[in-house]
């Protein structure tokens, strides 16, 4: 089945997929690290949120650090937050050449993660999807945005060299990921804002295509910020759905988009950490209400919603979409 065939199958709702960070540790008190290192609080989780929220997709832990710390690259872990890289030791080509493309099997956290993917497939019938970093983001961690920016003009082979290296790793966990059996992969690529569109293709886009075109499940890209002027890279990424952030007006993308490629987004996660539950609604049916016409669209938040968002407000949106049918 396509993704779009999914999307349609009840043409009286649409179809729930908010992403949803680090929310459910508050319904089990759990912390980060418990849940990252145990595939049995992993599928306990999962299990709650769909008892919680009643989506779609069953949605994974987001992971998106787990390449760099595979990688061994220093960072500062939060108890109901994701870590986060506080240096990028990967700013010369010697330092990149003491890198190795971990093994998803055997390196690091990856097994762990890889066996959690499998038992939440295992429990459930809905499709598993899962978030993981894009190659120039992860460029960006490993060498630091100044450094990479930098390269671009005075050491473009240290840059291409770091690229094929992020390429290969972010390919060969992906197709791990895809081999336990999860559905839908999205790509997040927040740091390829900061490249301009003419050099968009040999920096994000080729890479972005080679990882998209050795995957057999539905394929997804994130991307924060404008990206007006990179939607028509994105449109020939060849993936199955676009995820758009709120600052984009999704009615006027709707006309560039074709039809067969999902267009998700794009409701505020700051403003929804911030509303009461009836400013929630509000806000979710005149996004709906911008999109009826739209058989591709797919409810959503602009990029993941804040730890300290209310699960009230994550109820009613999803409430919200489930009941506003058209």
Not at 97 to 125: A, C, H, Q
Not at 154 to 166: A, E, H, R, Y
Not at 232 to 258: R, T, Y
């Amino acid at each position: 089945m396509k993704l779009m065939e999914y999307i349609n199958n009840d043409n009286n709702r649409k179809i729930r997929m908010p992403f949803m960070g680090t929310n459910g540790l508050r319904l089990l008190g759990y912390t980060m690290d418990e849940v990252y290192n145990s595939p049995e609080k992993q599928l306990e989780l999962a299990i709650i949120m769909d008892e919680t929220f009643d989506l779609d997709f069953v949605g994974a832990m987001d992971d998106g650090n787990i390449f760099c710390e595979t990688l061994g690259v220093p960072m500062k872990r939060y108890d109901l937050d994701f870590p986060m890289v506080i240096e990028h030791p990967i700013d010369s080509s010697e330092a990149l050449s003491r890198l190795k493309v971990p093994n998803p099997f055997k390196d690091g956290r990856m097994p762990t993660n890889l066996k959690s993917l499998e038992l939440i497939v295992k429990y459930f019938e809905k499709p598993v999807e899962i978030s993981i970093q894009g190659p120039f983001t992860l460029a960006v961690q490993l060498g630091g945005a100044q450094k990479v920016l930098r390269s671009i003009i005075k050491d473009p082979k240290f840059l291409d060299d770091l690229l094929d290296f992020t390429t290969n790793t972010v390919l060969e966990y992906a197709k791990a990921v895809e081999s336990v059996g999860v559905k839908y992969i999205s790509i997040a690529e927040p740091s390829t804002i900061m490249i301009s569109p003419k050099r968009y293709e040999h920096l994000a886009a080729k890479n972005l295509r080679r990882i998209y075109s050795n995957l057999n499940c539905w394929k997804a890209i994130h991307i924060c910020g404008d990206t007006t002027a990179i939607l028509d890279f994105m449109i020939n990424f060849g993936v199955d759905a676009i995820s758009l952030d709120q600052i984009m007006d999704l009615s006027e993308v709707a006309k560039i988009i074709p039809k067969d490629i999902a267009i998700i987004g794009n409701f505020d996660p700051i403003g929804l950490a911030k509303m009461k539950p009836e400013e929630v609604v509000k806000e979710t049916r005149r996004l709906m209400d911008s999109m009826k016409s739209c058989s591709n669209y797919i409810p959503s938040f602009g990029c993941t919603s804040l730890n300290n968002t209310p699960i009230e407000n994550l109820k009613v949106f999803c409430s919200t979409v489930r009941n506003n049918n058209y």
